[in-house]
């Protein structure tokens, strides 16, 4: 009987053993961005306010399926350290510009989110605090 009851404990600790998941959600001026760590990696992803459940991998560093109604080209590395995403880009363009030099990132720790770059030939800066959402 002892056996059977310590091979139960066992099994539950191996199938309970990485269960670990985390997701924030940022609402920022123009969007939302959230952050979901499963314990073995962390995926990023962003929708704007006008489309709260069109979600699109963020940062854009190809065209895809899920962002091609809007993107046209990207030359972008996403760097994800730690609750800090950044985006940076030589180049993207999208349907409404393009945006050349720049990076954006988003602190989801510090719920901050800050850009710069060239929008349409034009220097751009933002710098704006976020909300948390559930």
């Not at 489309?51 to 963020?58: C, G, L």
């Not at 730690?82 to 720790?109: C, H, L, P, R």
């Not at 060239?118 to 559930?134: H, Q, V």
Request: hydrophobic letters at 30%; a positive charge; proline letters at 1%.
């Amino acid at each position: 009987m002892k056996k059977f009851i310590l091979q139960i404990i066992f099994i539950n600790i191996i199938l309970s053993g990485n269960v670990y998941s985390e997701e924030i959600i940022l609402k920022c001026k123009h969007a939302f961005y959230k952050y979901v760590n499963d314990g073995q990696k962390v995926f990023t992803y962003s929708t704007s306010i006008k489309k709260k459940n069109d979600w699109h991998e963020w940062p854009k560093t190809k065209v895809q399926d899920d962002n091609k109604d809007f993107l046209i080209f990207t030359d972008a590395e996403s760097i994800i350290d730690g609750y800090e995403v950044t985006e940076k880009f030589n180049k993207i363009q999208w349907k409404g510009g393009t945006a050349t030099n720049g990076s954006m990132t988003v602190d989801f720790k510090n719920k901050t989110r800050k850009t710069k770059a060239t929008s349409n030939g034009k220097p751009y800066n933002a710098s704006e605090k976020c909300k948390l959402t559930k």
